[in-house]
């Protein structure tokens, strides 16, 4: 240990030495300074506090007669407590003789729910949403990358990198959506995010307060919505259903923002109809609203070809977000927004006062990636790679729960939702009794989805990137395993009204 946070005050009626000491004795018993720690030396401590250096060293032989510290001759001074002076940290022997300045603006925690708690057991299958195929990441072009660059172009990393991110990267996002989207964009409308979160927040602290409204789907992506409630905005949910966004209740007036995720509607997976889309671009032209398209999974279609992007059918009016957490992995942290013209400069300067722009190697590593045309290849490999899983997949559900029930999402995506039968326990019964049998499946409350209409819960989220095909077939074995030991375990009642409590009745 090389420094200590302490002050001297010359108001202070006590010497110096007894300041240095109280103050460090606070430190050991406040338990931010364990048994082993090493103090400064006398001459650092000296030079650091302009005191002499037998002011610090009267201070340590104050604590070595409290046995709080000890010398160790050639080695320095440690803290070494007497058992019988040990405080619990959590209860420190100093109090604030009053209320900080800022207790009264802590509010209630809200976060985008993508990082959840972990399981309460070990786990062999967890078909956790969003997370891609470690196995498919391509880590020896990325190593390889990584290594040239630092070697040859290793002094970026003494600056910082351009807030609305590097060049090269920018003009090959660019490049990939005309191709890939049909979307031309210039690359200055191009900024590089830390993934789609970091868009969102940059969007809602420019557009919400109090007095705006903002309209989401329903049930919706939680990082959205919560941004929403942490601005004090208006909140206006709008249902969804095969289609997508159901237009037709769209709330008339006017509003600030509109949040879709049209290519697969996080988190049921429906796509928006191309007449959708148009009527939802009529009704920002009537309400003034921004739209933000969350292109969530939209590079992975498997079935049929996406409608055209609400930026494509009209730029200045979207937003358009994308990111590289699911083709590559969020680990990463990288993402892109397409700005409208007249938000680029200021969306900029948001995002240098929030971090300064997104780190240097990542950002030259992904361009050079892209630059050899890797991206395109691996997003290939990844559309066979899912879609075997998917197939599998389905082919599981069939066996647990035959014709019954509804798929969605299944189109596209990385993952699908299951809506349970009418007859069958609710979702977080049945994801209780699945993870009895080592699998975790997702009701919506615990995969980052919120709902505005307060049903009960239905629905189950099986993402399927992040396991192979031979172990979502083991998976969903155990699965049909649960939920035949759950019909058993009580019987004569209707499995719709069982409660969780009655899930484990049988040993579950």
Not at 15 to 23: F, G, L, N
Not at 75 to 94: E, K, M, W
Not at 370 to 393: I, V
Request: charged share 20%.
């Amino acid at each position: 240990m090389f420094s200590l946070p302490l002050t001297l005050s010359r108001l202070d009626a006590k010497p110096y030495k007894q300041q240095i000491a109280d103050q460090i004795e606070a430190l050991i018993r406040a338990g931010r300074l364990q048994e082993g720690d090493r103090l400064p030396a006398i001459n650092r401590m000296s030079s650091l506090l302009q005191v002499s250096k037998n002011t610090v060293l009267g201070a340590y032989e104050l604590l070595i007669d409290s046995s709080l510290i000890q010398s160790k001759p050639s080695r320095g001074y440690f803290v070494t407590l007497n058992r019988s002076l040990i405080i619990n940290p959590r209860c420190p022997d100093f109090v604030q003789d009053r209320s900080p300045v800022y207790a009264d603006a802590v509010s209630q925690a809200l976060s985008s729910g993508v990082c959840g708690q972990p399981a309460p057991m070990p786990l062999r299958y967890d078909f956790k949403v969003g997370r891609p195929s470690v196995h498919a990441f391509p880590l020896r072009q990325f190593i390889t990358l990584s290594n040239q660059l630092l070697r040859h172009a290793g002094r970026a990393m003494a600056e910082y990198a351009p807030p609305a991110g590097l060049w090269g990267l920018r003009v090959q996002v660019a490049d990939y959506l005309s191709a890939a989207k049909a979307l031309k964009v210039e690359p200055e409308q191009v900024l590089i995010t830390a993934g789609s979160q970091e868009a969102l927040s940059l969007i809602a602290s420019h557009f919400l307060d109090r007095h705006g409204r903002a309209v989401f789907e329903s049930p919706c992506y939680a990082g959205f919505r919560n941004l929403v409630r942490r601005h004090g905005a208006q909140e206006a949910p709008v249902p969804v259903d095969g289609e997508g966004l159901r237009t037709d209740l769209l709330p008339e007036g006017p509003a600030r923002l509109a949040y879709v995720t049209p290519s697969h509607q996080y988190p049921l997976g429906h796509a928006m109809s191309l007449s959708r889309r148009r009527q939802l671009l009529e009704w920002a032209g009537r309400s003034g609203a921004l739209i933000i398209e969350d292109d969530y999974d939209g590079d992975f279609c498997y079935e049929s070809v996406l409608p055209m992007p609400l930026a494509a059918m009209s730029p200045r009016q979207v937003a358009y977000l994308g990111t590289f957490s699911k083709t590559l992995g969020p680990g990463l942290r990288l993402g892109y927004m397409v700005c409208p013209p007249a938000l680029v400069d200021d969306f900029t300067e948001r995002k240098a006062l929030l971090n300064n722009g997104s780190p240097w190697l990542t950002q030259a590593v992904l361009a050079r990636y892209f630059d050899e045309n890797c991206f395109a290849r691996h997003l290939q490999t990844l559309r066979r790679r899912y879609q075997a899983q998917r197939d599998e997949l389905l082919r599981g559900i069939r066996k647990v729960w035959g014709g019954r029930g509804r798929v969605s999402g299944q189109n596209s995506g990385m993952h699908l939702a299951f809506e349970l039968p009418a007859d069958s326990p609710d979702a977080d019964v049945v994801a209780a009794a699945a993870l009895a049998q080592g699998v975790r499946l997702y009701p919506l409350a615990q995969a980052a989805a919120s709902a505005a209409d307060g049903a009960e819960p239905r629905h189950l989220l099986f993402g399927y990137a992040g396991l192979e095909t031979g172990e979502i077939a083991q998976a969903m074995a155990r699965v049909l395993a649960a939920c035949t030991q759950l019909q058993e375990s009580c019987p004569g009642r209707a499995a719709s009204r069982l409660s969780l409590e009655e899930a484990r009745c049988g040993g579950i």
